[in-house]
C-alpha cells in the first residue's frame, strides 16, 4: 500500500453522453461507490472531464486506471465535422464509395436519396493495380501512380487519406505498400489502409469503414492527446482505457489509429456492466434495455455471452467490425407523442431532447411526451425530479396532452397519456423481438436488466409485453453505463476473410490462418502489458450451406486445433445445430463453405467486487399517491430506494424513488433488494 | 382505457406494427437462407400477410410490383379452391402468371394461418427462381411466342398438405430445373420464410385475439384509404394521359409497343385505363391485368404516402376500367415473361401523366431497366451458373433537387452486387464500375447519371443476355424545360473488330475466355431549365469532373474557370451567357 494511504486500488469510470458526462469511481479497498454528474459541452471536454474528476474524493494522481467511453468519433460523423479526406482506389472504381449498393430501401419513394459520399468526387483518385479474389496479382502497384495521386489529393487539401484497393482482404501487400508510399511522402498527412482496419469483402462496406476512420482520426488523435497531457499534468501516468464497441478496452494511443473502434462505447459500456452483473447474479441468459432520453438500446447475452454483429451503420454508412450487436429505436423519456396522417397515435422517434424538453419541463416544449405521460399517470413525482433539481410542470404536461393528443382523439388526458405509453411500450417490445425471436430465441426464457435514466419507468411494462418474468435494477441504473466500463477486459480482434470449402484437405490450413491471426491480436495486446498466460484466446468460424450467402457464427474451442480432435466435425455439428434453431431445417451432410475466420485476444482485467448493500432498517412508505395502472387511479405506496433494506419485499403497485430514475412495480409485481442493492422485480401472478 | 372505439386507436396500431414486423421477419429469413444471389444480395422477392378476402396487411421491402400482387394472388386462390380447401399446415405453390401476377420465374409459397382452428391470414412470399424450365436459362425468356414456352407451371398446388410433404412434386420440380441446387435451396428459405410469418401472426392473435386483429385491420385499412383519399383529393379532377414505346416485343422487330396509362381523377377516387395501349403481342414483355394493375399501384402508393407501411388501404382508391386483350391487359397464352420493361414503363407513365397536374410532386423521366444475365447452363462447358447483374441508372431530376443513382423505380430495394462477391463466384471480372455522367439529362435539378460495369469474362462457354430497351422512345423525358437523359448501351467485344453494340432486348451472345463487354445504364431527365441552374451546383459537376467546362458553358450557360487546382464560377461572363440566352 502507498505510503498516502489513500485509496490505493480506485477505478475511475468516466462515460461521456449527449447532455452530461457520467462519472463512476469505485473504491475496491472500501467498496465505496461514487457516481458524480457533469455538463458535456463538446466544446470543452477536456476541460469539463478533468472537472468532474476533480470532484471525486480521490487525488487524481492517486487512480489506479481510468477507463473512459467517448462520444468523440460518433458526433464527429453524426454532425459532419470531420477532416478533408482523400481516397485513393483501384483504376476504375474511384466511384465506389458513392454509388454505395444502389438499393432502394424505401421501395415507393420517389425522391430517394442515398446518403451523400464524405468524400467528393475530386477528392478520390485513381491508381493502377489489381488484386483478384484468390489473392494473385493480377496487375503490380503503379508506385508512381501511388505518389502522384496522393500529391494531387494534397494539393487538393487533403488533411487525411484514405486507402481503399479491391480484395485487400485477400491480399493486403499493394495497400500496405502504397500506405507506406504516402506516410513517406506526406508525413504531416493521417493515412489508414483499409486492411490496416479490417481484413473482410465487400468494397463498398470496407471502403465507407475506411474513410470513416480516417475522417475522425485526426480530430480524435488530437482530443485524446490533449486528455492524456492533462491527466499527466495532474499526476495520472497509467494508460487510458477507451471503451470499443466490440465491448473491450484499447489503450489511448490504439484508439488514436482506430477510433472507429470507439463508435458504440457508451451502450457497449452498459452491455458490458449487465454481463458482469448476469455473472455475478447467475443469470445466463439477459435482455439488457438501456432507456435512454432519445433511444431504446437492446442488446442480448446468451449462455453468459454477448452477442455480437460484424456489420453496424452510422448514418446510413456501413463499418465493417465487430460490434455488441445493439438494436437502437427511438423511444425514450423525450419522445414525443403526435396523430399521423391516419388520425393514429404514435410516439417518436422524434425527441424533445433536453431542450426545450419535455412540456413539464416548462422550458418550452409545447409537445406532449413520454415523461409528460409518466407525469400525468402520477409515476413521476413532480417536485422530486432528478432529486428535487427540477421541477415539473403538471398543468404544462396537462395542457400539451390535452390539445395535442386527448382532444383531438376524444380521449381523457389520462387514456392519452396511458396510449401514449403503451405504443411506446410496443416500440420497446418489437426492439426486444428483434433480438431474441428474430434469432429463435424466446424472450421468456431471459431476465431483463433495465437501465438508463428511464430504465426503472418501463422495465416491468415491457417485461410484461415480452413475457419476460424478472427484471433486474442495478444501482445507480441512470450511470451504468459508465459502471459497466469499469469491468471492461483489454480486446482485440482479427478477422480474415478466405472463401473455402470446409473439409479435410483444408484443415491445415484452416488452423494456420487462425493461429496467425490469434498472433497478430497478441501482438497488439502484447503493447498494453498483456503476454503469455493471462491471455484469453477464442476463436469463431463463419460457415454457411455451400452455395448460402449469410453466415453463422460457429464458436471454436482453442483445443479443437490440434491434430486429430476433429475440428471439422465439430464446426460442422455446430452449424448444423445452429441454422436449425434459427430456421427451423438444416441438412447435416450437405457441402459447407467457410467465409471468415475470426481470432479474439482478452487480457483480463481484474474484475472489480461488487460493493454489498447494507442498509438492514425496513423502509416504510415515504408517502402514498394515486398512479394510474390501467384500470384507473390506485393508492401506492411511494420508497426512497437508498432507505430500502437488504431483502426487503415491497409488492405492487409502488414506486421507488432515487437521484437520477423512478422505478415502477405495477400490480401484480413484487420487488425485492438484493444483498448487492439491486431491485428485482418478479411477476408474482398472472398479468391481466 | 373504455369502449371499444377508444381501444382501437392503440391497439390497431399495435396490431399494424405486428403484421409489418412479421413480415420483415419473413423477409429476413428469405435472405439469410437463400441461396440464389438474387434473393439475398439483390433481394428479388415480395412478402406480406394477406386476408382471407386478399387484403394486404403487412409487408416487407422488396420488388414492389409482387407486393402489389400477393394480394391477387390469395384471391384468385380461394376463387380456385374455396376456403374450405386450406388446412393448418399446408403449403401452396402458384407461378402461373395469369393467376398471380408477374412472370413465371416468380414462384409464389403460400401458407394459411390458423387460429383456434379458423383461417385468419396467409403468409405469402413471392420470389425469383433461379430457373423455372422455360426455353431460357434463368426464366426471363426474350423471344417466347406463349407461356408454354417459359417454364413448368403450378396452378395453386398443394406441395405441403396438413404438414405431409408431396414429395412427388418437389421431384418434379427438382427435374425441370436447371439449377436443382439453387432453386430446391430458395424452395427451403421460402418454405422457412413462411412458416415464420404463420408463427408471428398466430402470436398476435393469441395474444389480441383473431377477431380483435381482423377489426385492428379493417379500422386500419380505413383510415389509410381516408388519407390516401385526402391526397387524390388535393389532385385536381381531369384526365391526365401519358404514352411511351417500348422499341421491340422481342420477337417482331421494327414494331414498337405502344403502353399508354390515363388518369382519371374524381374527386378522391382516382381511375386507371390503359386505352391506346397496343394490342396484346407475338413477344413476351404483356402484362396480365393483375400485373398491370400493380403497377399502377406502385405509382399512385409513390404519389400518395410512399413511406408508410403498406396495406389494402393504399389502393381502395384505385378504380380500373380496362379493356381485355391490350399488351397490359393480355390473356392467357400470350407471353409475358420479360414483362419487366412494361411494369416499369407503366410506373412511369402514372407518373408523367400526374406531373401535368401536380408537379411539385413529380420527378422528371428515369430509367428503364437495364442489366445483363451471364451463365453457364450445360456441365459439359464447366460449373453450371447463373448471374443477374441489374444495374442501377438515373432516376429524374426532382422538384428541388438532382435525380441519384439507384435501381428502377418499381423494382424495389434491389442493391447491386459487390465487385469482390461477384469476382469471388462467377468466372468474370469486373474491370470497371464508375459513373457515366454524360447520360445524365441537363436541367435547373439535372437527372441522376448513370453507371458504367466493364466485364471480363475468364472461362470458356458462356451465355450472356442483355436488357436493354427505350433505346429509341427514351424513358428519361425532361420535364419544365429541362433535357431528356441518355438511353442504356450496351456493347460486346468493345474496340474490337468484332465490336457489337446492343439495340434490342432480345439479345444474346456466347462469350469465351477472355472476351469483354461494358454496359452503360441510361440517364435520367432534367428538370427545369439548364440555364438557371445555380451555378455553384455547376461548378461543383465540373469539380467532380461529371462535366466539362464547355458543356457547363454551352448547356448551362456557366463559365467556369481553373486556378492550378482551384476551380471557380466567373461571375461576370456567367451573368452574361446567361442575359444572352434569355434574349
Redesign the interface.
Given at each position: 500500500m502507498p505510503a498516502s494511504g489513500k485509496t490505493p486500488r480506485t477505478r475511475v469510470a468516466v462515460d461521456v453522453g449527449g447532455t452530461f458526462i457520467d462519472f463512476v469511481m469505485l473504491d475496491e479497498a472500501s467498496g465505496e461507490l461514487v457516481i458524480e454528474k457533469q455538463p458535456s459541452t463538446s466544446a470543452k471536454l477536456v476541460e469539463e472531464f478533468l472537472a468532474g474528476l476533480g470532484r471525486l474524493p480521490v487525488d487524481i494522481g492517486e487512480i489506479e486506471r481510468i477507463f473512459h467511453g467517448t462520444t468523440v468519433a460518433i458526433n464527429t460523423i453524426l454532425q459532419e465535422r470531420g477532416v478533408a479526406v482523400g481516397l485513393i482506389t483501384t483504376d476504375g472504381f474511384r466511384d465506389v464509395l458513392a454509388l454505395a449498393r444502389g438499393g432502394r430501401p424505401e421501395i415507393y419513394n420517389l425522391f430517394y436519396e442515398p446518403v451523400r459520399s464524405l468524400v467528393p468526387r475530386e477528392m478520390r483518385a485513381e491508381v493502377r493495380e489489381r488484386v483478384a479474389g484468390d489473392g494473385t496479382v493480377v496487375e503490380p502497384l503503379d508506385e508512381a501512380g501511388v505518389l502522384a495521386a496522393a500529391d494531387l489529393l494534397v494539393r487538393r487539401g487533403a488533411e487525411a487519406i484514405a486507402i481503399g484497393f479491391l480484395h485487400s482482404y485477400a491480399n493486403q501487400a499493394h495497400e500496405q505498400r502504397a500506405a507506406e508510399l504516402v506516410r513517406a511522402a506526406h508525413p504531416g498527412i493521417a493515412v489508414t489502409a483499409s486492411s490496416e482496419l479490417i481484413t473482410e469483402w465487400r468494397e463498398y462496406e470496407r471502403t465507407s469503414t475506411t474513410v470513416l476512420n480516417t475522417y475522425v482520426q485526426p480530430g480524435f488523435q488530437r482530443y485524446i492527446g490533449d486528455l492524456v497531457r492533462n491527466l499527466r499534468a495532474h499526476g495520472y501516468d497509467r494508460p487510458v482505457a477507451l471503451m470499443q464497441s466490440n465491448g473491450g478496452v484499447i489503450a489511448e494511443h490504439a484508439a488514436a489509429r482506430k477510433p472507429i473502434r470507439t463508435l458504440e462505447s457508451g451502450p457497449a459500456g452498459g452491455v458490458i456492466g449487465a454481463a458482469a452483473l448476469a455473472a455475478r447474479l447467475g443469470h445466463p441468459d439477459v435482455i439488457c434495455a438501456d432507456v435512454g432520453g432519445t433511444s431504446y438500446d437492446v442488446a442480448l447475452i446468451e449462455g453468459g455471452q454477448i452477442l455480437e454483429r460484424s456489420e453496424t451503420a452510422v448514418a446510413g454508412r456501413p463499418i465493417l467490425g465487430p460490434t455488441i450487436d445493439i438494436v437502437s429505436i427511438g423511444a425514450g423519456g423525450g419522445s414525443i407523442a403526435w396523430i399521423d396522417h391516419r388520425g393514429v397515435l404514435q410516439v417518436g422517434p422524434r425527441s424533445a431532447g433536453a431542450h426545450p424538453g419535455p412540456a413539464a419541463f416548462g422550458l418550452g416544449g409545447a409537445e406532449p411526451t413520454v415523461t409528460d405521460a409518466h407525469l400525468l399517470l402520477g409515476r413521476l413525482d413532480p417536485q422530486r425530479f432528478l432529486g428535487s433539481r427540477m421541477q415539473l410542470s403538471l398543468d404544462a404536461a396537462a395542457a400539451a396532452m390535452r390539445s395535442r393528443i386527448a382532444e383531438p382523439l376524444g380521449l381523457s388526458v389520462e387514456e392519452a397519456a396511458a396510449g401514449t405509453l403503451a405504443i411506446a411500450e410496443t416500440s420497446m417490445t418489437y426492439a426486444i423481438r428483434a433480438v431474441t425471436v428474430e434469432r429463435g430465441l424466446d424472450p421468456r426464457d431471459f431476465v431483463m436488466y433495465s437501465y438508463g435514466g428511464g430504465g426503472g419507468l418501463f422495465a416491468a411494462a415491457v417485461a410484461g409485453h415480452c413475457e419476460v418474468g424478472k427484471v433486474v435494477i442495478p444501482r445507480a441504473p441512470a450511470n451504468f453505463s459508465a459502471w459497466g466500463i469499469l469491468s471492461s477486459d483489454y480486446r482485440e480482434d482479427a478477422v480474415l476473410t478466405r472463401v473455402m470449402a470446409l473439409e479435410e484437405s483444408r484443415r491445415a490450413e484452416i488452423v494456420t490462418i487462425l493461429t496467425s491471426l490469434a498472433g497478430q491480436a497478441a501482438d497488439q495486446v502484447a503493447q498494453y502489458g498483456f503476454t503469455g498466460d493471462s491471455l484469453i484466446t477464442t476463436y469463431q468460424l463463419d460457415v454457411r450451406y455451400a452455395g448460402q450467402d449469410a453466415t453463422i457464427p460457429v464458436p471454436v474451442e482453442p483445443g479443437w486445433l490440434d491434430s486429430g480432435a476433429g475440428l471439422l466435425s465439430r464446426v460442422r455439428e455446430g452449424f448444423v445445430h445452429a441454422h436449425r434453431q434459427l430456421y427451423g431445417h438444416g441438412a447435416m451432410d450437405a457441402d459447407l463453405e467457410l467465409v471468415h475466420c475470426r481470432a479474439r485476444l482478452v487480457g483480463p482485467v481484474t474484475a472489480p467486487d461488487w460493493p454489498l448493500w447494507t442498509n438492514e432498517v425496513t423502509a416504510q412508505p415515504r408517502e402514498i399517491r394515486k398512479v394510474y395502472f390501467g384500470q384507473g387511479p390506485v393508492d401506492t405506496a411511494i420508497y426512497e430506494r437508498d432507505a430500502l433494506a437488504v431483502g426487503q419485499s415491497v409488492p405492487g403497485p409502488a414506486v421507488v424513488e432515487e437521484w437520477t430514475t423512478t422505478t415502477v412495480v405495477p400490480p401484480g409485481w413484487l420487488l425485492e433488494v438484493d444483498e448487492l442493492g439491486n431491485m428485482i422485480i418478479t411477476r408474482s401472478e398472472e398479468q391481466p | 382505457?373504455n369502449g371499444p372505439d377508444?381501444i382501437d386507436?392503440?391497439t390497431?396500431?399495435?396490431v399494424r406494427?405486428g403484421m409489418t414486423?412479421a413480415a420483415l421477419?419473413m423477409a429476413?429469413?428469405l435472405?439469410?437462407?437463400?441461396?440464389n444471389?438474387l434473393l439475398?444480395?439483390s433481394?428479388d422477392f415480395g412478402l406480406g400477410i394477406v386476408s382471407p378476402g386478399g387484403e394486404m396487411w403487412g409487408e416487407a421491402?422488396?420488388?414492389?410490383a409482387f407486393?402489389g400482387c400477393l394480394g391477387d394472388t390469395i384471391r384468385t386462390g380461394v376463387a380456385e379452391l374455396g376456403l374450405e380447401a386450406f388446412h393448418e399446415d399446408d403449403v401452396l405453390i402458384v407461378n402461373d402468371p395469369y393467376l398471380s401476377g408477374t412472370h413465371i420465374s416468380d414462384t409464389t409459397i403460400y401458407r394459411p394461418i390458423f387460429h383456434a382452428g379458423r383461417l385468419v391470414a396467409f403468409s405469402s412470399a413471392t420470389a425469383h427462381w433461379a430457373d423455372i424450365g422455360g426455353k431460357e436459362p434463368g426464366g426471363w425468356c426474350r423471344d417466347s411466342t406463349s407461356i408454354y414456352q417459359e417454364g413448368v407451371c403450378f396452378n395453386h398446388l398443394k406441395l405441403v398438405s396438413r404438414g405431409e410433404r408431396n414429395t412427388e412434386l418437389f421431384k418434379l420440380i427438382a427435374a425441370n430445373v436447371r439449377f436443382p441446387?439453387?432453386v430446391m435451396?430458395d424452395l427451403?428459405?421460402k418454405?422457412?420464410s413462411t412458416?415464420q410469418g404463420v408463427l408471428?401472426v398466430q402470436a398476435l392473435c393469441a395474444k389480441y385475439g383473431a377477431d380483435v386483429a381482423a377489426a385492428s385491420m379493417a379500422f386500419?385499412i380505413e383510415?389509410?384509404d381516408?388519407?390516401v383519399r385526402?391526397k387524390i383529393a388535393e389532385i385536381p379532377d381531369g384526365s391526365y394521359g401519358a404514352a411511351m414505346s417500348l422499341d421491340s416485343d422481342g420477337v417482331v422487330e421494327n414494331d414498337p409497343v405502344r403502353l399508354a396509362v390515363t388518369l382519371r381523377v374524381d374527386g378522391d377516387r382516382m381511375t386507371a385505363s390503359f386505352d391506346g395501349t397496343s394490342p396484346s403481342r407475338t413477344g413476351p414483355i404483356n402484362l396480365n391485368p393483375i400485373v398491370a394493375a400493380s403497377s399502377v399501384r406502385?405509382a399512385l402508393?409513390?404519389?400518395t404516402?410512399?413511406?408508410d407501411p403498406?396495406n389494402a388501404g393504399h389502393f381502395r382508391a384505385l378504380d380500373f376500367d380496362i379493356t381485355p386483350g391490350t399488351a397490359l391487359t393480355a390473356q392467357r397464352p400470350a407471353p409475358c415473361d420479360s414483362y419487366g420493361y412494361s411494369v416499369v414503363t407503366v410506373v412511369e407513365l402514372c407518373?408523367q401523366a400526374l406531373a401535368k397536374a401536380v408537379p411539385d410532386w413529380?420527378?422528371a423521366g428515369g430509367s428503364q431497366l437495364t442489366g445483363i444475365v451471364l451463365s453457364r447452363s450445360d456441365p459439359r462447358d464447366g460449373t453450371p451458373f447463373i448471374f443477374s447483374d441489374p444495374v442501377?441508372c438515373g432516376?429524374g431530376g426532382?422538384p428541388h433537387?438532382d435525380g441519384?443513382?439507384?435501381?428502377v423505380?418499381g423494382?424495389?430495394?434491389?442493391?447491386?452486387t459487390?465487385?469482390?462477391?461477384v469476382?469471388?463466384r462467377y468466372p468474370v471480372?469486373i474491370?470497371?464500375?464508375?459513373?457515366a455522367p454524360h447520360v445524365a439529362g441537363a436541367g435547373r435539378y439535372r437527372g441522376g447519371a448513370g453507371?458504367r460495369r466493364?466485364y471480363r469474362i475468364l472461362e470458356e462457354g458462356l451465355n450472356l443476355n442483355v436488357m436493354v430497351e427505350n433505346t429509341v422512345d427514351v424513358m428519361g423525358r425532361g420535364a419544365h424545360g429541362g433535357r431528356p437523359g441518355k438511353p442504356a448501351r450496351v456493347v460486346v467485344h468493345p474496340g474490337t473488330d468484332r465490336e457489337i453494340v446492343v439495340t434490342r432486348h432480345n439479345s444474346a451472345h456466347r462469350l469465351r475466355a477472355g472476351d469483354a463487354f461494358t454496359a452503360t445504364t441510361s440517364g435520367g431527365g432534367g428538370l427545369g431549365d439548364p440555364f438557371e441552374r445555380d451555378p455553384t451546383d455547376v461548378l461543383?459537376d465540373v469539380?467532380?469532373?461529371?462535366l466539362s467546362a464547355e458543356d457547363a458553358e454551352t448547356t448551362y450557360g456557366v463559365r467556369v474557370r481553373r486556378d492550378?487546382?482551384a476551380w471557380f464560377v466567373d461571375e461576370e461572363s456567367t451573368t452574361a451567357l446567361r442575359a444572352a440566352d434569355a434574349r
Amino acid at each position: 500500500m502507498p505510503a498516502s494511504g489513500k485509496t490505493p486500488r480506485t477505478r475511475v469510470a468516466v462515460d461521456v453522453g449527449g447532455t452530461f458526462i457520467d462519472f463512476v469511481m469505485l473504491d475496491e479497498a472500501s467498496g465505496e461507490l461514487v457516481i458524480e454528474k457533469q455538463p458535456s459541452t463538446s466544446a470543452k471536454l477536456v476541460e469539463e472531464f478533468l472537472a468532474g474528476l476533480g470532484r471525486l474524493p480521490v487525488d487524481i494522481g492517486e487512480i489506479e486506471r481510468i477507463f473512459h467511453g467517448t462520444t468523440v468519433a460518433i458526433n464527429t460523423i453524426l454532425q459532419e465535422r470531420g477532416v478533408a479526406v482523400g481516397l485513393i482506389t483501384t483504376d476504375g472504381f474511384r466511384d465506389v464509395l458513392a454509388l454505395a449498393r444502389g438499393g432502394r430501401p424505401e421501395i415507393y419513394n420517389l425522391f430517394y436519396e442515398p446518403v451523400r459520399s464524405l468524400v467528393p468526387r475530386e477528392m478520390r483518385a485513381e491508381v493502377r493495380e489489381r488484386v483478384a479474389g484468390d489473392g494473385t496479382v493480377v496487375e503490380p502497384l503503379d508506385e508512381a501512380g501511388v505518389l502522384a495521386a496522393a500529391d494531387l489529393l494534397v494539393r487538393r487539401g487533403a488533411e487525411a487519406i484514405a486507402i481503399g484497393f479491391l480484395h485487400s482482404y485477400a491480399n493486403q501487400a499493394h495497400e500496405q505498400r502504397a500506405a507506406e508510399l504516402v506516410r513517406a511522402a506526406h508525413p504531416g498527412i493521417a493515412v489508414t489502409a483499409s486492411s490496416e482496419l479490417i481484413t473482410e469483402w465487400r468494397e463498398y462496406e470496407r471502403t465507407s469503414t475506411t474513410v470513416l476512420n480516417t475522417y475522425v482520426q485526426p480530430g480524435f488523435q488530437r482530443y485524446i492527446g490533449d486528455l492524456v497531457r492533462n491527466l499527466r499534468a495532474h499526476g495520472y501516468d497509467r494508460p487510458v482505457a477507451l471503451m470499443q464497441s466490440n465491448g473491450g478496452v484499447i489503450a489511448e494511443h490504439a484508439a488514436a489509429r482506430k477510433p472507429i473502434r470507439t463508435l458504440e462505447s457508451g451502450p457497449a459500456g452498459g452491455v458490458i456492466g449487465a454481463a458482469a452483473l448476469a455473472a455475478r447474479l447467475g443469470h445466463p441468459d439477459v435482455i439488457c434495455a438501456d432507456v435512454g432520453g432519445t433511444s431504446y438500446d437492446v442488446a442480448l447475452i446468451e449462455g453468459g455471452q454477448i452477442l455480437e454483429r460484424s456489420e453496424t451503420a452510422v448514418a446510413g454508412r456501413p463499418i465493417l467490425g465487430p460490434t455488441i450487436d445493439i438494436v437502437s429505436i427511438g423511444a425514450g423519456g423525450g419522445s414525443i407523442a403526435w396523430i399521423d396522417h391516419r388520425g393514429v397515435l404514435q410516439v417518436g422517434p422524434r425527441s424533445a431532447g433536453a431542450h426545450p424538453g419535455p412540456a413539464a419541463f416548462g422550458l418550452g416544449g409545447a409537445e406532449p411526451t413520454v415523461t409528460d405521460a409518466h407525469l400525468l399517470l402520477g409515476r413521476l413525482d413532480p417536485q422530486r425530479f432528478l432529486g428535487s433539481r427540477m421541477q415539473l410542470s403538471l398543468d404544462a404536461a396537462a395542457a400539451a396532452m390535452r390539445s395535442r393528443i386527448a382532444e383531438p382523439l376524444g380521449l381523457s388526458v389520462e387514456e392519452a397519456a396511458a396510449g401514449t405509453l403503451a405504443i411506446a411500450e410496443t416500440s420497446m417490445t418489437y426492439a426486444i423481438r428483434a433480438v431474441t425471436v428474430e434469432r429463435g430465441l424466446d424472450p421468456r426464457d431471459f431476465v431483463m436488466y433495465s437501465y438508463g435514466g428511464g430504465g426503472g419507468l418501463f422495465a416491468a411494462a415491457v417485461a410484461g409485453h415480452c413475457e419476460v418474468g424478472k427484471v433486474v435494477i442495478p444501482r445507480a441504473p441512470a450511470n451504468f453505463s459508465a459502471w459497466g466500463i469499469l469491468s471492461s477486459d483489454y480486446r482485440e480482434d482479427a478477422v480474415l476473410t478466405r472463401v473455402m470449402a470446409l473439409e479435410e484437405s483444408r484443415r491445415a490450413e484452416i488452423v494456420t490462418i487462425l493461429t496467425s491471426l490469434a498472433g497478430q491480436a497478441a501482438d497488439q495486446v502484447a503493447q498494453y502489458g498483456f503476454t503469455g498466460d493471462s491471455l484469453i484466446t477464442t476463436y469463431q468460424l463463419d460457415v454457411r450451406y455451400a452455395g448460402q450467402d449469410a453466415t453463422i457464427p460457429v464458436p471454436v474451442e482453442p483445443g479443437w486445433l490440434d491434430s486429430g480432435a476433429g475440428l471439422l466435425s465439430r464446426v460442422r455439428e455446430g452449424f448444423v445445430h445452429a441454422h436449425r434453431q434459427l430456421y427451423g431445417h438444416g441438412a447435416m451432410d450437405a457441402d459447407l463453405e467457410l467465409v471468415h475466420c475470426r481470432a479474439r485476444l482478452v487480457g483480463p482485467v481484474t474484475a472489480p467486487d461488487w460493493p454489498l448493500w447494507t442498509n438492514e432498517v425496513t423502509a416504510q412508505p415515504r408517502e402514498i399517491r394515486k398512479v394510474y395502472f390501467g384500470q384507473g387511479p390506485v393508492d401506492t405506496a411511494i420508497y426512497e430506494r437508498d432507505a430500502l433494506a437488504v431483502g426487503q419485499s415491497v409488492p405492487g403497485p409502488a414506486v421507488v424513488e432515487e437521484w437520477t430514475t423512478t422505478t415502477v412495480v405495477p400490480p401484480g409485481w413484487l420487488l425485492e433488494v438484493d444483498e448487492l442493492g439491486n431491485m428485482i422485480i418478479t411477476r408474482s401472478e398472472e398479468q391481466p | 382505457m373504455n369502449g371499444p372505439d377508444k381501444i382501437d386507436v392503440v391497439t390497431a396500431e399495435i396490431v399494424r406494427n405486428g403484421m409489418t414486423s412479421a413480415a420483415l421477419e419473413m423477409a429476413r429469413t428469405l435472405r439469410l437462407t437463400a441461396y440464389n444471389p438474387l434473393l439475398f444480395e439483390s433481394q428479388d422477392f415480395g412478402l406480406g400477410i394477406v386476408s382471407p378476402g386478399g387484403e394486404m396487411w403487412g409487408e416487407a421491402p422488396g420488388v414492389a410490383a409482387f407486393i402489389g400482387c400477393l394480394g391477387d394472388t390469395i384471391r384468385t386462390g380461394v376463387a380456385e379452391l374455396g376456403l374450405e380447401a386450406f388446412h393448418e399446415d399446408d403449403v401452396l405453390i402458384v407461378n402461373d402468371p395469369y393467376l398471380s401476377g408477374t412472370h413465371i420465374s416468380d414462384t409464389t409459397i403460400y401458407r394459411p394461418i390458423f387460429h383456434a382452428g379458423r383461417l385468419v391470414a396467409f403468409s405469402s412470399a413471392t420470389a425469383h427462381w433461379a430457373d423455372i424450365g422455360g426455353k431460357e436459362p434463368g426464366g426471363w425468356c426474350r423471344d417466347s411466342t406463349s407461356i408454354y414456352q417459359e417454364g413448368v407451371c403450378f396452378n395453386h398446388l398443394k406441395l405441403v398438405s396438413r404438414g405431409e410433404r408431396n414429395t412427388e412434386l418437389f421431384k418434379l420440380i427438382a427435374a425441370n430445373v436447371r439449377f436443382p441446387g439453387l432453386v430446391m435451396g430458395d424452395l427451403e428459405a421460402k418454405l422457412a420464410s413462411t412458416r415464420q410469418g404463420v408463427l408471428r401472426v398466430q402470436a398476435l392473435c393469441a395474444k389480441y385475439g383473431a377477431d380483435v386483429a381482423a377489426a385492428s385491420m379493417a379500422f386500419v385499412i380505413e383510415r389509410t384509404d381516408a388519407a390516401v383519399r385526402r391526397k387524390i383529393a388535393e389532385i385536381p379532377d381531369g384526365s391526365y394521359g401519358a404514352a411511351m414505346s417500348l422499341d421491340s416485343d422481342g420477337v417482331v422487330e421494327n414494331d414498337p409497343v405502344r403502353l399508354a396509362v390515363t388518369l382519371r381523377v374524381d374527386g378522391d377516387r382516382m381511375t386507371a385505363s390503359f386505352d391506346g395501349t397496343s394490342p396484346s403481342r407475338t413477344g413476351p414483355i404483356n402484362l396480365n391485368p393483375i400485373v398491370a394493375a400493380s403497377s399502377v399501384r406502385i405509382a399512385l402508393k409513390a404519389l400518395t404516402m410512399p413511406t408508410d407501411p403498406t396495406n389494402a388501404g393504399h389502393f381502395r382508391a384505385l378504380d380500373f376500367d380496362i379493356t381485355p386483350g391490350t399488351a397490359l391487359t393480355a390473356q392467357r397464352p400470350a407471353p409475358c415473361d420479360s414483362y419487366g420493361y412494361s411494369v416499369v414503363t407503366v410506373v412511369e407513365l402514372c407518373v408523367q401523366a400526374l406531373a401535368k397536374a401536380v408537379p411539385d410532386w413529380c420527378p422528371a423521366g428515369g430509367s428503364q431497366l437495364t442489366g445483363i444475365v451471364l451463365s453457364r447452363s450445360d456441365p459439359r462447358d464447366g460449373t453450371p451458373f447463373i448471374f443477374s447483374d441489374p444495374v442501377d441508372c438515373g432516376t429524374g431530376g426532382r422538384p428541388h433537387g438532382d435525380g441519384a443513382v439507384l435501381n428502377v423505380m418499381g423494382n424495389g430495394d434491389v442493391p447491386t452486387t459487390p465487385v469482390e462477391i461477384v469476382e469471388t463466384r462467377y468466372p468474370v471480372r469486373i474491370e470497371r464500375f464508375e459513373y457515366a455522367p454524360h447520360v445524365a439529362g441537363a436541367g435547373r435539378y439535372r437527372g441522376g447519371a448513370g453507371v458504367r460495369r466493364d466485364y471480363r469474362i475468364l472461362e470458356e462457354g458462356l451465355n450472356l443476355n442483355v436488357m436493354v430497351e427505350n433505346t429509341v422512345d427514351v424513358m428519361g423525358r425532361g420535364a419544365h424545360g429541362g433535357r431528356p437523359g441518355k438511353p442504356a448501351r450496351v456493347v460486346v467485344h468493345p474496340g474490337t473488330d468484332r465490336e457489337i453494340v446492343v439495340t434490342r432486348h432480345n439479345s444474346a451472345h456466347r462469350l469465351r475466355a477472355g472476351d469483354a463487354f461494358t454496359a452503360t445504364t441510361s440517364g435520367g431527365g432534367g428538370l427545369g431549365d439548364p440555364f438557371e441552374r445555380d451555378p455553384t451546383d455547376v461548378l461543383r459537376d465540373v469539380r467532380g469532373e461529371l462535366l466539362s467546362a464547355e458543356d457547363a458553358e454551352t448547356t448551362y450557360g456557366v463559365r467556369v474557370r481553373r486556378d492550378a487546382e482551384a476551380w471557380f464560377v466567373d461571375e461576370e461572363s456567367t451573368t452574361a451567357l446567361r442575359a444572352a440566352d434569355a434574349r
